[in-house]
T-cell receptor
Framework: GNSVTQMEGPVTLSEEAFLTINCTYTATGYPSLFWYVQYPGEGLQLLLK?????DKGSNKGFEATYRKETTSFHLEKGSVQVSDSAVYFC???????????FGTGTLLAVQP | ETGVTQSPTHLIKTRGQQVTLRCSSQSGHNTVSWYQQALGQGPQFIFQ???????GRGNFPPRFSGLQFPNYSSELNVNALELDDSALYLC???????????FGPGTRLLVL
């Protein structure tokens, strides 16, 4: 079946620290993979995506590489800011385009 | 370009009542998907509409129903509300065949 597993939070970091949030997936097809971010009281914003193996998605200093061999799509940022504090969701379309499968979300708290 | 909009932003209902939530898709998008996000969880796919027809459904009972209109806007209807229906309801729009979905701000429903 199709599923997404991401590391549980909360993740607490100091400003300018390096961030990694792990995400792994299972899929019956060839999925596209996504990271969405949710700020308090808001909906989901697309952060980045990758549509095939070895693709790297990037946006606002965040990066994630689609690793088919390890079925992973880990989110990284070299230097986090307080404004990055939010919940981050990894998602897969399972190889189809009619639904997204989400992980449970990882709360990131960045302290000044 | 207008993004995805949802109404109302908040709603309080009592058990057994019925509710209708509304979504306007992003300009140029003809596909609308609905998700339920319980507190502290990732969004769960309810269903998708394309060309006014249901195009995939998640594991939700028939009391969750929807409509899509010729202008691609959509409604989510929930009958016989239960306490567990309390959640953030998210609408996402996309272009047919595109893997990327863009989310609205959500409607927060509280069932008492």
């Amino acid at each position: 079946g199709n599923s997404v597993t991401q590391m549980e939070g909360p993740v607490t970091l100091s400003e300018e620290a390096f961030l990694t949030i792990n995400c792994t997936y299972t899929a019956t097809g060839y999925p596209s993979l996504f990271w969405y971010v949710q700020y308090p009281g808001e909906g989901l914003q697309l952060l980045l995506k990758a549509t095939k193996a070895d693709d790297k998605g990037s946006n606002k200093g965040f990066e994630a590489t689609y690793r088919k061999e390890t079925t992973s799509f880990h989110l990284e940022k070299g230097s986090v800011q307080v404004s990055d504090s939010a919940v981050y969701f990894c998602a897969s379309d399972g190889g189809a385009t009619n639904k997204l499968i989400f992980g449970t979300g990882t709360l990131l708290a960045v302290q000044p | 370009e207008t993004g995805v909009t949802q109404s109302p932003t908040h709603l309080i209902k009592t058990r057994g009542q019925q509710v209708t939530l509304r979504c306007s898709s992003q300009s140029g998008h003809n596909t609308v998907s609905w998700y339920q996000q319980a507190l502290g969880q990732g969004p769960q796919f309810i269903f998708q509409y394309y060309r006014e027809e249901e195009n995939g459904r998640g594991n939700f009972p028939p009391r969750f129903s929807g409509l899509q209109f010729p202008n691609y806007s959509s409604e989510l209807n929930v009958n016989a509300l239960e306490l567990d229906d309390s959640a953030l309801y998210l609408c996402a729009s996309s272009s047919a065949g595109s893997e990327t979905q863009y989310f609205g701000p959500g409607t927060r429903l509280l069932v008492l």
